[in-house]
């Protein structure tokens, strides 16, 4: 089956550095990629929307310039969180579909835990 | 390793009716289990939250129960409406990883 590959799986960094979280589609090109992200014992929250070739669609509250996406080809969406401080440690996951429809399966990576010390 | 899974993968129910979709998994060490919703040309929207030392939660005509010990959650949805068609995702937490089912596409016929 489709295969979404998310790296790294759990990273520590120090507080004012950037952290980049890598999606990719292993199997299958991915027109539309998802991010998401989960503080402790909270629901897992959209953080934006982005499409190949296109800038991302970022939900209400989360700063645009402060987790930078970037889906420059089909198969790799990355997520940098910028200046890092300890309030952005959480987990984060990517999800990724071939189409933009309702038959169209979403498949998901295994998450990054984010720790800023 | 944990597997979930989900039964039905589809299901096709006339509206009113009240129905339930299931979610096992095997292994019950789990931190919480959630219910998401996916709407066509969407991203996930989360529905019902359950943490491991909960055993139901209510949303509306939402109803979660988790059953740890057999390794079962169900969602439970009243009255259904058209608007409830959709692709329900079931995932459990465990360590640093999120394990997802592979979903059960809901048809609610008006």
């Known amino acids: 089956g489709a295969v979404v590959s998310q790296h790294p799986s759990w990273v520590i960094c120090k507080s004012g550095t950037s952290v980049k979280i890598e999606c990719r589609s292993l199997?299958?090109?991915?027109?539309?990629m998802f991010w998401y992200r989960q503080f402790p014992k909270q629901s897992l929250m959209l953080m934006a929307t982005?499409?190949?070739?296109?800038?991302?669609?970022?939900e209400q509250g989360v700063e645009k310039d402060k987790f930078l996406i970037n889906h420059a080809s089909l198969t790799l969406s990355t997520l940098t969180v910028t200046s890092a401080h300890p309030e952005d440690s959480s987990f984060y996951i990517c999800?990724?579909?071939?189409?933009?429809?309702?038959?169209?399966?979403?498949?998901f990576g295994n998450g990054t835990r984010l720790t800023v010390t | 390793k944990q597997e979930v899974t989900q039964i039905p993968a589809a299901l096709s129910v006339p509206e009113g009716e009240n129905l339930v979709l299931n979610c096992s998994f095997t292994?019950?060490?789990?931190?919480?289990l959630q219910w998401f919703r996916q709407d066509p040309g969407k991203g996930l929207t989360s529905l019902l939250l359950?943490?491991?030392s909960q055993r139901e939660q209510t949303s509306g005509r939402l109803n979660a129960s988790l059953d740890k010990s057999s390794g079962r959650s169900t969602l439970y949805i009243a009255a259904s409406q058209p608007g409830d068609s959709a692709t329900y995702l079931c995932?459990?937490?465990?360590?640093?990883?999120?394990?997802w089912g592979a979903g059960t596409k809901l048809i609610i016929k008006p």
């Open positions: 999800s990724a579909s071939e189409q933009f429809s309702y038959n169209s399966p979403l498949h």
């Open positions: 199997d299958f090109q991915a027109t539309t």
């Open positions: 982005s499409n190949e070739g296109s800038k991302a669609t970022y």
């Open positions: 292994d019950s060490a789990i931190y919480n």
């Open positions: 359950i943490q491991s």
């Open positions: 995932a459990v937490i465990i360590d640093y990883q999120l394990i």
